[in-house]
């Protein structure tokens, strides 16, 4: 039984209370999506090449061909102020109430000029719904071997700051509330394949010897962050143009070693599809079918270890990339690496083992929403 630690028997104003972590009934997937992840009004989301409803399109996708129904899928909480603050200072995110450090985060200039409620509410939103849903990914892979959340990966936000489209550490945030708090999780591994440096990351781990950070990534294009480079323990720098046959050659040859030497508790895999060809910033050449190879690859020697493994969809600029996601979210179930019958191979009592959480009610809460308790880290 995975088990969280004791929190503090005194809750004082170092401590926060979230309710991103909570239990799902047996027949429900490890599959976390809410439609509060995609950003639509007034045009807004035209104006930066990401394609900010791919997630809804996932879904879609995946409903349509039955390999799910509304019902399988794990709807996460937003995550609030207190969770974030596990990471964040809060003079970061105090500067999120300023229409202009958002605008210049999510690259899309005009949102400098909308009231800041606006800001908060029709784009924020989404990445507190998806951060939320990274951190539960977290608790859910410990218990069904597997999580995907069909969001997150803001993999150029760190502790102090964020960029390139992602506002929240929800990589950080995730890892650092279950070695923080759950017994069994004391090493993790990020495996990051999307096109561009995972600086965000790298520069909150960076020495820090129970996370290793294997980065695959075009050293062409953003973020070039030299500072960073610092926190990758297996860096694998390729150019511009690179194709199927030696990008997957390289994952091959190095990510089982990583797992057999490390030995980690949990394997945080961001699989940014922004490889592509064609993608207008990753500057890759990686085929469709070559993506869905390179996620099979990673599940398959994550799961032929036994190590949990959260996957996150993060980058991906093509109007394109929701079908191959969900192509590669088939295929995995296809070759029996995820899916409710596989969890249950492993559970010996039939019964879907859950984490042991101690529970926490708000005084001031109205209604019977169940929490439990996170340090804040000094700002």
Not at 31 to 57: A, M, Q, R, T
Not at 163 to 191: E, N, P, W
Not at 239 to 266: C, H, M, Q, W
Request: hydrophobic share 35%; aromatic share 10%.
């Amino acid at each position: 039984m995975n088990k969280l630690k004791s929190p503090p028997s005194h809750i004082d104003s170092k401590t926060a209370l979230t309710n991103l972590y909570f239990d799902i009934s047996d027949d429900q997937w490890p599959i976390i999506y809410n439609n509060c992840y995609n950003i639509s009004f007034f045009g807004v989301e035209k104006l930066h090449p990401f394609d900010s409803c791919k997630w809804k399109k996932v879904i879609e996708i995946l409903k349509d061909l039955k390999l799910i129904r509304n019902n399988d899928i794990v709807s996460p909480n937003e995550a609030t102020e207190n969770d974030l603050l596990v990471v964040h200072p809060s003079t970061y995110l105090k500067s999120l109430k300023w229409s202009l450090t958002v605008a210049n985060i999510i690259e899309v200039p005009p949102v400098a000029l909308l009231p800041n409620f606006v800001v908060q509410k029709r784009i924020l939103k989404a990445f507190r719904y998806q951060t939320g849903g990274t951190v539960l990914a977290g608790k859910l892979a410990l218990e069904r071997g597997w999580a995907i959340n069909i969001g997150g990966g803001f993999h150029h936000c760190y502790r102090d700051s964020g960029g390139g489209f992602c506002v929240y550490a929800d990589i950080t945030l995730c890892l650092k509330m279950l070695i923080q708090h759950v017994d069994s999780v004391r090493k993790a591994v990020i495996i990051d394949l999307d096109a561009h440096q995972g600086n965000g990351h790298e520069r909150d781990f960076v020495n820090n010897a129970n996370i290793f950070i294997m980065d695959v990534y075009n050293a062409d294009i953003y973020p070039r962050d030299k500072d960073a480079r610092r926190g990758i323990n297996k860096e694998i720098r390729i150019r511009s143009g690179e194709r199927d046959d030696r990008y997957l050659k390289f994952i091959k040859l190095n990510y089982p070693a990583v797992l057999d030497t490390f030995k980690p508790d949990i394997v945080i895999y961001n699989a940014g599809t922004d490889i592509l060809d064609g993608d207008p910033l990753g500057g890759l050449c990686i085929s469709d079918q070559g993506i869905i190879k390179r996620d099979e690859i990673i599940f398959k020697e994550t799961r032929f270890r036994n190590i949990p493994i959260v996957m996150l969809t993060s980058g991906g600029y093509q109007k394109s990339n929701a079908k191959i996601i969900a192509d590669s979210i088939i295929n995995l179930y296809q070759k029996n690496l995820i899916g409710n019958e596989f969890a249950m191979k492993h559970v010996s009592d039939q019964s879907l083992e859950r984490l042991s959480v101690k529970n926490h009610a708000l005084e001031s809460s109205n209604h019977d929403t169940r929490y439990c308790t996170f340090s804040v880290g000094n700002e």
